[in-house]
């Protein structure tokens, strides 16, 4: 990736385009971001692309407890959580188009082809499709996503998937074809496979890189590097081993082994040459040594903090990954080594004793998003012991609406108050449904993506955690809201919405006046937290909890 220009670090887009073989869940998404980071490091500017292989348009009809948390863009895109680690690594803010699917590229050509775009021709795969991935890529690629004008310098593409999955043939079909379209010194193939162990004596076995390298180049893509998963780092017989039978050089055989933090990813990758072999210079700016400092304060971490989650789980801590994220990064500015106390809200309503036991335990109590109405008793159960005993407490989106109705039920006396969501029929709605949100269509019809927040107060906890100015913007998915109609009760009553939406109707922030910590807010803090910037509000958790001021 050389031809570096004084105005211009490079001339031309240069892609790097993440594989992904043997199974999923390597850490594909991880290493895509990693790359991007030593890509900033040599003071390129950075977008990303992930595909996705499935037919549905995008994740937001999706179960997050199948695929994991759908991440919400500023456009209102919901989107793979994986554009959820671009956007934390390399600090951009991303667009739907940035995540490709199988539904929106052929919801495209069939688009075109009603419209008689291709002139009578039969319409397949090759060319059509394949081209439709390939103008996407290149229209997405220049859009900038780190707040700056002008066109960014280098794409990180993530296939989704396993290479030889039938629904990515495709993809990697017209990944093959784009190599010639952008030119071959313009791309690099990165491909991120498995080394087991196995044996008594602890073999690293390569054949099933080995075959899923023979697959990808079977299918006209010959990877340059080769990115290895393993427990311990790969030996130098393996790394040869490798190199030998999967035709790359031995220079270009990465070790991802396990190490003590995410962090690290980065710096295990440039110690053994991937800014080399991506033809890029990474001490062209102080990133890595930022990162360096990073991942050693994440393993110094002081003494132990706990945050109870209640919510609703089924074993995918990933459902709720952008909220796990948003409290380490929270816990790093505090210095403490976090623990996440996950608690089923059914059983707190079921009275078990042990999930009782724990919530009581914790220094601060998070409620997250979510829909239906399994565990909404026990989460109002959650929101009313927090606020009863002055536990520093956190509601996000639906964490604030039954932290609302519990208020509404217990302090304002409005009996059987709910959120019409979960009782059509209540006689108090303390949450309706929003007027203006279709009824009929689940696909793309909540309130969604950023939306400004304006402080009603001069001085409250959350406008100095933001940096007192007057107005946040902040990432929406909902379709219900505090009803308009009780708001000036429940604020007589000590629980303030000091924030709310630009027509002074929807309540976007609350605070409950005498309570350490008593936050609720609409929005979803957790898809603008980053590393070194973590959220306001769950760095106001962090601080509450740990005996902080604010
Ligand atoms: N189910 C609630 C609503 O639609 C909350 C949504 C959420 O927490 N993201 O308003």
Known sequence: MGGATASKPVDDMKYVVVSGGVLSGLGKGVTASSIGVLLKSAGLRVTAVKIDPYLNSDAGTMSPFEHGEVFVLDDGGEADLDLGNYERFCDLNLYRDNN???????????????????????????????????????????????????????????????????????????????????????????????????????????????????????????????????????????????????????????????????????????????CEALGID??????????????????????????????????????????????????????????????????????????????????????????????????????????????????????????????????????????TEFDQNTANPAVIFMPEISKTHLGGTMRLGSRPTIFQVDDCKTRRLYGGGPQVDERHRHRYEVNPDLIQKIEAAGLVFVGKDETGLRCEIFELDGHPYYVGVQYHPEFKSRPERPSPPFLGLLKAATGGSI
Not at 126 to 140: G, K, L, M
Not at 177 to 183: E, I, N, S, Y
Not at 220 to 236: F, N, Q
Not at 343 to 372: Q, R, T, Y
């Open 282 to 419: 990474c001490t062209k700016t102080d990133l890595m040594e930022r990162w360096e400092a990073m991942a050693d304060r994440v393993d110094n971490l002081g003494q132990e903090v706990h945050i109870a989650m209640v919510g609703k789980y089924t074993g995918l801590t990933d459902s709720y990954l952008s909220v796990i994220k948003s409290l380490q990064h929270a816990s790093f500015a505090v210095n403490r080594t976090l623990v996440i106390d996950w608690i089923e809200a059914s059983n707190l309503e079921n009275n078990s004793h042990s999930d009782w036991a724990v919530l009581k335990a914790a220094d601060g109590i998070l409620v997250p998003g979510g829909f239906g109405d399994r565990g909404i008793e026990g989460k109002i159960l959650a929101a009313n012991y927090a606020r009863v005993n002055s536990v520093p407490y956190l509601g996000i989106c639906l964490g604030l609406q039954i932290a609302t109705i519990e208020f509404c039920r217990n302090v304002l006396g409005l009996e059987g108050a709910n959120s």
């Open 100 to 274: 490709i699917t199988t539904g929106k590229i052929y919801s495209k050509v069939i688009e075109a082809e009603r419209r008689g775009d291709y002139l009578g021709k039969t319409v397949q795969v090759i060319p059509h499709i394949t081209d439709a991935v390939q103008n996407w890529i290149e229209d997405i690629a220049v859009v900038p996503a780190d707040g700056i004008e002008g066109s960014p310098d280098a794409c990180v593409i993530e296939l989704g998937g396993t290479v030889g999955d039938i629904e990515s043939a495709p993809f990697i079909e017209a990944l093959r074809q784009f190599q010639f379209r952008v030119g071959r010194e313009n791309i690099i193939f990165v491909h991120v496979s498995l080394v087991p162990v196995m044996g008594p004596v602890g073999e690293q076995k390569t054949k099933p890189t080995q075959h899923t390298v023979k697959e990808l180049r079977g299918l006209g893509i010959t990877p340059d590097v080769l990115v290895c998963r393993a427990e311990a780092p790969l030996s130098d017989e393996t790394r040869e081993k490798l190199a030998a039978f999967c035709h790359v050089s031995p220079r270009a055989v990465m070790s991802a082994h396990d190490v003590s933090n995410i962090y690290r990813v980065p710096l295990l990758l440039q110690a053994q040459g991937m």
